[in-house]
Structure formats: structure tokens, C-alpha cells
């Protein structure tokens, strides 16, 4: 990942983290927007991993993957003629 110096981290940081706090708060009135909020996190997490916050990547790393399990369909394992 690109490592963001000076004023661009302080661009990222400010339109990034703002947007997943208001998308918390459109997924708190509708469940559906999870996937945008689930990659709003991961965007922040790659965010924080660029500038070395790596607690706080991790932390919004696991927030988006516990909301990715949440929306992503179930899949059924394809089961072949001798598994039956």
C-alpha cells in the first residue's frame, strides 16, 4: 500500500472517516446499506494501515468483515453424486 504523507492523509482522513460515521447512521434506518458501510470500513482500514495506526486498522478491518457475514448470501457446498 502507497504510505499517504502530510496533507493527503489529513484529505483522506477527513472525507473517509465522516463518511463511515454517516453510513453507521444510514444503516442504523436501513440494514440494506450494509455492503456500503462494510467497504467504507475497509477503505478507513486501509487508511489507518498506510499511516501505521495498526489497531485501529484492525478494528475497522473486523467491523467490515463481521458486517460482510452478515449480508453475504449463504452458500450451499456443491455435493457430487457420492455424497448424497
Not at 499517504?4 to 473517509?16: I, T, Y
Not at 501505521?52 to 456443491?78: D, I, M, N, V
Request: aromatic residues 8%; charged residues 25%.
Amino acid at each position: 500500500m502507497t504510505l499517504l504523507l502530510g496533507r493527503q492523509d489529513s484529505v483522506a482522513q477527513d472525507s473517509v472517516y465522516p463518511a463511515a460515521a454517516l453510513r453507521r447512521e444510514v444503516v442504523a434506518q436501513n440494514p440494506a446499506y450494509r455492503p456500503a458501510l462494510a467497504q467504507t470500513l475497509t477503505n478507513l482500514g486501509a487508511l489507518y494501515e498506510d499511516t501505521h495506526r495498526f489497531g485501529e486498522a484492525e478494528a475497522a478491518y473486523k467491523e467490515a468483515a463481521a458486517l460482510s457475514a452478515r449480508w453475504r448470501p449463504r452458500t450451499r457446498q456443491p455435493t457430487g453424486p457420492s455424497l448424497r
